[in-house]
Nanobody, 125 residues
Framework: QVQLVESGGGLVQAGASLRLSCAAS????????AAWFRQAPGKEREFVAA????????GYADSLKGRFTISRDNAKNTVYLQMDSLKPEDTAVYSC??????????????????WGQGTQVTVSS
């Protein structure tokens, strides 16, 4: 079993940067890919980015390419989300997810079976 814990959220002004972390524990050797999703109040959960654990393949939501960067540190069993030039519309709860069986970097939430509790990101104008 894998456990995921996110950190790094907070309140920032528009234009600032934040780096979110997702620390994995437990059966980390079984992780095949990880992803970040976000959900704003009153909106559906939205795919942000994903990364494979070994092949270092990444995928992004088209609207976020160029501002957000996903990476991982296998030695620390941690996945990061670097967010630059933040906008008020980036305000959401950001959640990390992982999967132990699949391939590639899918954008569907159903492709991931383990989720963290989420971290709040608030961007003021």
């Amino acid at each position: 079993q894998v456990q995921l814990v996110e950190s790094g959220g907070g309140l920032v002004q528009a234009g600032a940067s934040l780096r979110l972390s997702c620390a994995a524990s437990g059966r980390t050797f079984s992780i095949r890919r990880a992803a970040w999703f976000r959900q704003a109040p009153g909106k559906e959960r939205e795919f942000v980015a994903a990364i494979t654990w070994s092949a270092y393949t990444t995928g992004y939501a088209d609207s976020l390419k160029g501002r957000f960067t996903i990476s991982r540190d296998n030695a620390k069993n941690t996945v990061y989300l670097q967010m630059d030039s933040l906008k008020p519309e980036d305000t959401a709860v950001y959640s990390c997810a992982s999967d132990e069986t699949g391939r590639g970097v899918p954008s569907r939430a159903e492709s991931y079976d383990t989720w963290g509790q989420g971290t709040q990101v608030t961007v003021s104008s």
